[in-house]
T-cell receptor, first 111, second 111 residues
């Protein structure tokens, strides 16, 4: 089992460009999450999907959109990237109230 | 507002020197408290879940405890390979499984 996979691992964008971060899990989990991690601020929830077909805003959703493509895949889209979105992005999955399992992260720089 | 505070921000120990990390939390009804380990450049790795005050969990040199206001991660006779950032997170009742993370404690164990 690969667990949670994320692509790409690294990305550099110019201000105003768009991109989609991909996430897939092979643990048959119902819930999936997108976080960003910034120095000194911990992990902050951007969006989550409690089950296939549903998505909800987290703590910092502005500037992002998500798509729960199927039970395995949950993508995060930046429509018009800004320097403030420079961060490390983590995808996670879980089965209801149990622990969340994290992917290896995507390191995004917006110039 | 639900909140998690970890202390200290950074901790340096000699190999074999035991210590504790603190996680203080304010949450409107605790469903669970989670400890994660994060190595540089990687995603968080799940360690423990605690659900009620008085509960304890152990794994090798690590022991996590929980009270109504805080959790401790005790590290007994640490080794250099225990060096990492340790993250604490809480899940509130009725929160749709969202986690609220502290900003972590960076642990360095010197040989």
């Amino acid at each position: 089992n690969a667990g949670v996979t994320q692509t790409p691992k690294f990305q550099v964008l110019k201000t105003g460009q768009s991109m989609t971060l991909q996430c897939a899990q092979d643990m048959n989990h119902n819930s999936m999450y997108w976080y960003r991690q910034d120095p000194g601020m911990g992990l902050r929830l951007i969006y989550y999907s409690a089950s296939e077909g549903t998505t909800d805003k987290g703590e910092v959703p502005n500037g992002y959109n998500v798509s729960r493509l199927n039970k395995r895949e949950f993508s995060l889209r930046l429509e018009s990237a800004a320097p403030s979105q420079t961060s490390v992005y983590f995808c996670a999955s879980s089965e209801a109230v149990s622990e969340q399992f994290f992917g290896p992260g995507t390191r995004l720089t917006v110039l | 507002e639900d909140q998690v505070t970890q202390s200290p921000e950074a901790l340096r120990l000699q190999e074999g020197e035991s210590s504790s990390l603190n996680c203080s939390y304010t949450v409107s009804g605790l469903r669970g408290l989670f400890w994660y380990r994060q190595d540089p450049g990687k995603g968080p790795e799940f360690l423990f879940t605690l659900y009620s005050a008085g509960e304890e969990k152990e794994k090798e040199r690590l022991k996590a405890t929980l009270t109504k206001k805080e959790s401790f991660l005790h590290i007994t006779a640490p080794k250099p390979e225990d060096s990492a950032t340790y993250l604490c997170a809480v899940q509130a009742r009725g929160s749709s499984y969202k986690l609220i993370f502290g900003s972590g404690t960076r642990l360095l164990v010197r040989p």
